[in-house]
């Protein structure tokens, strides 16, 4: 049974950084896809950014491009998300789930495809 843990989540100041964590376990096949997604209260969860395990390609929500940068480490199963420059409408509850192993690539962060979510860690972007 796939498992996929977050942890990192914080409250930080606007302007300050955050470094997620996505553990997997459970997964069998040799490569998959991790997709980050965020659902703020009262707002649709979204896609932020996915990544490929086979050839560490990546994908990324148009508003945090330049300032996320997804990545991998395939011996620990963990998928890191790296948040710098953080805003207030940052501001939600990050999960992250697991995905065929060429679906960033094919289809980026739509939802349709992802599994196996994560519990989610709050991320507070506040002064």
């Known amino acids: 049974q796939v498992q996929l843990v977050e942890s990192g989540g914080g409250l930080v100041q606007p302007g300050g950084s955050l470094r997620l964590s996505c553990a997997a376990s459970g997964i069998t096949t040799d490569y998959y896809a991790i997709g980050w997604f965020r659902q703020a209260p009262g707002k649709e969860r979204e896609g932020v950014s996915c990544?490929?395990?086979?050839?560490?390609?990546?994908y990324y929500k148009d508003s945090v491009k330049g300032r996320f940068t997804i990545s991998r480490d395939n011996a620990k199963n963990t998928v890191w998300l790296q948040m710098d420059m953080l805003k207030p409408e940052d501001t939600a509850v990050y999960y992250c789930?697991?995905?065929?192993?060429?679906?960033?690539?094919?289809?980026?962060?739509?939802?349709?495809?992802?599994?196996?979510w994560g519990q989610g860690t709050q991320v507070t972007v506040s002064s």
């Open positions: 990544i490929s395990t086979s050839d560490g390609s990546t």
């Open positions: 789930a697991t995905a065929r192993p060429w679906h960033c690539s094919k289809y980026g962060i739509a939802l349709s495809g992802y599994y196996s």
